[in-house]
């Protein structure tokens, strides 16, 4: 069994501070092969906010890597966006900003979907869609990790990625696996799979400590995969309540190249 901890919003600077340590509590006491940030580290990308954000990661005791999300560059500054995006990012973070990470037998690629050019929306382009897929391993669980969905629900207000209808179709072309994403502050795994299943499992992230009320709840996942099962431990904490509940479980099963909820074929 290989295990990951999903990690996505951080959102430092406007951070439900007394979550912090519970949420590193629970984190390191995972025992993740790997943890995976799907971005917004920081709330605006301002100097002092990645300081805390880094300084968060540094006590995480896994292996880690992270992509950036649209907060992590400057939003007010536009001159500092056209020609410097990731200055910040780069100097408290990483320099890689489409890292790799190889645990077991899975292999996580790393993937920047911010558009500097337009905010919020996010945008994928063929030469990042030909670096994933060049860099899949047939004999491992190809995973995705990037900071906007692949796809949204009809009732979601914002722009869907540039480039994510390519992206999905050529993804479960060549066989990755799953895709870890986070962006709408709402959960969401296995919306999309329908009634036969489907290559790809997308995984949403909600927020692990933004401290917007209108969230709700803060929350992170625990991935455990297993040959062709996948357990999926959803760790909440609902903003009035002091910290985190008991973990929801969801099970999936891969089943000739389908995902399917609970083993069900």
């Known amino acids: 069994m290989t295990r990951l901890v999903h990690l996505s919003d951080l959102h430092f600077g406007y951070e439900r501070e007394s979550l912090i340590y519970p949420l590193l509590d629970r984190v390191n006491r995972a025992n993740a092969d790997l943890v995976v940030v799907t971005g917004d ?6 100097s002092a906010q990645f300081a805390q954000a880094a300084a968060f990661l540094r006590q995480i005791e ?55 050019m337009a905010w919020q929306r996010g945008v994928l382009t063929s030469t990042q869609m030909r670096r994933v897929v060049d860099g899949i391993e047939p004999k491992c669980v190809n995973i995705v990790a990037m900071h906007h969905p692949m796809q949204q629900r009809p009732e979601i207000d914002k722009a869907l990625m540039r480039g994510a209808p390519e992206a999905l179709a050529l993804f479960e072309l060549q066989g990755i696996q799953v895709v870890l994403t986070g962006h709408l502050h709402i959960w969401s795994v296995g919306a999309f799979l329908g009634p036969e299943g489907r290559g790809i499992l997308q995984i949403q992230g909600g927020t692990a400590l933004c401290a917007r009320e209108d969230d709700l709840q803060n929350e992170f996942a625990v991935l455990d995969f297993d040959g062709p099962d996948l357990r999926i431990e959803r760790h909440v904490a609902p903003m009035n309540e002091s910290g985190f509940r008991d973990p929801e479980i969801l099970k999936f099963t891969r089943i000739d190249r389908r995902w399917q909820p609970d083993g069900q074929s």
Request: zero cysteines; aromatic letters at 4%.
């Open 41 to 46: 580290l920081t709330h605006r990308g301002r």
């Open 62 to 116: 896994a292996p880690l890597i992270a992509v950036p999300g649209n907060h992590d560059i400057p939003l007010y500054k536009l001159a500092d966006r056209m020609t410097k995006p990731y200055k910040r990012y780069k100097r408290a973070i990483a320099q890689n900003m489409e890292p790799v990470g190889h645990v077991g037998n899975l292999r996580v690629q790393g993937v920047n979907s911010v558009d500097p």
